[in-house]
C-alpha cells in the first residue's frame, strides 16, 4: 500500500502474459533482426556495381603497394638528420603500431559492413585511393628508415604487408585520418581524429617515420580525399560528399 496526496492506494497487479503474448515478446528481436537484415541486403544489392567496382580497386591499390613496397625495401637510400627525433631517443610501442592500427583500419570497414552498407563503397574507394598516392610517392623518395629505429616483429600474418624504407608519406598516420573525413557526420570521426594522432605519436617515438613523413600525412590525406569526392560525385549521383 502507499500514500498519494493523503490517500491510501493499493497497487493493481499487471496480469500475467499469456502464453501467445510471450510468444509475440520473444520473437520480436528475431523480427528486428530480420528487418534490419533485409535493409542491409537491399542496401547492400542497390549499391553492388559500386561495391564490386571499390573491391576491384581495393585489391589493385593492395597489390601496387606490395610492388612499390618491395621495390623500396630492396632500394639503397640515405639515412637523414631529423630535428625533432635527434631530441629524444626512440621508444618501443610495437604494441600501439601494429594492433592499434590494424583495430582503427578494420573499423573503418566493419562500420559500415555492419551499420551503413550503403557507405561501403565509399570508404573502400577512398582508402584504395589514397593508398595508391602514398605508394607513387614513396618509390620517389629514396629515403631509408631513421637510424635507431625500433625493429618491428610482426606476427606472421603480418609480415608481407611490412617494407623498410616507405617513408613518405607516413600510412599508419594517413589511413587513420582519412577517417576522420570519411566518419564526419558521425561522433566516430573523432575516435580517427585522436586515432591518426596516436599512430603519428607512436611511428615518431619509435623513430620508423621522419618528422616530415608524419606532418604531411595530414595533408595529403585531406588532398586524396577531395580528389576522391570529385570522382565519387561522377561514378554516384546519389553521393552528397
Keep these: 500500500m502507499t500514500v498519494v496526496a493523503g490517500r491510501s492506494t493499493i497497487p493493481i497487479p499487471r496480469p500475467p502474459l499469456r502464453p501467445a503474448e510471450r510468444g509475440r515478446e520473444a520473437g520480436r528481436p528475431r523480427e528486428r533482426f530480420r528487418e534490419r537484415l533485409h535493409e542491409w ?46 631530441l629524444f631517443n626512440p621508444i618501443d610501442l610495437s604494441f600501439l603500431f601494429i594492433y592499434g592500427y590494424v583495430s582503427l583500419i578494420s573499423s573503418m570497414f566493419l562500420y559500415p559492413l555492419i551499420f551503413r552498407v550503403r557507405m561501403l563503397h565509399v570508404v573502400a574507394f577512398q582508402f584504395s585511393l589514397l593508398l595508391i598516392i602514398r605508394s607513387v610517392l614513396m618509390i620517389f623518395t629514396h629515403l631509408e628508415t631513421p637510424a635507431g629505429a625500433i625493429t ?8 608481407g604487408l611490412y617494407f623498410e624504407n616507405d617513408m613518405f608519406f607516413s600510412g599508419h598516420t594517413a589511413m587513420t585520418f582519412l577517417g576522420f573525413y570519411l566518419f564526419r557526420r558521425s561522433r566516430l570521426r573523432y575516435v580517427f581524429l585522436v586515432g591518426s594522432i596516436v599512430m603519428g605519436t607512436v611511428v615518431l617515438a619509435m ?35
Excluded at 549499391?47 to 571499390?54: E, I, P, R, Y
Excluded at 580497386?57 to 625533432?84: E, N, Q, R, S, W
Excluded at 618491428?152 to 609480415?159: A, C, G, H, L
Excluded at 554516384?236 to 560528399?241: E, I
Design 41 to 86: 541486403s537491399v542496401e547492400l544489392l542497390a549499391h553492388k556495381g559500386l561495391v564490386a567496382f571499390s573491391l576491384v580497386c581495393f585489391i589493385v591499390a593492395l597489390g601496387f603497394d606490395y610492388v612499390c613496397g618491395m621495390y623500396v625495401h630492396t632500394m639503397k637510400g640515405v639515412k637523414v638528420p631529423d630535428l625533432l627525433l635527434d
Design 207 to 241: 623513430h620508423v617515420h621522419y618528422s616530415i613523413d608524419v606532418l604531411a600525412a595530414f595533408f595529403m590525406t585531406y588532398a586524396s580525399y577531395r580528389i576522391g569526392n570529385a570522382l565519387l560525385l561522377r561514378m554516384d549521383p546519389t553521393y552528397r560528399g
Design 152 to 159: 618491428v616483429s610482426y606476427p606472421w600474418f603480418f609480415r
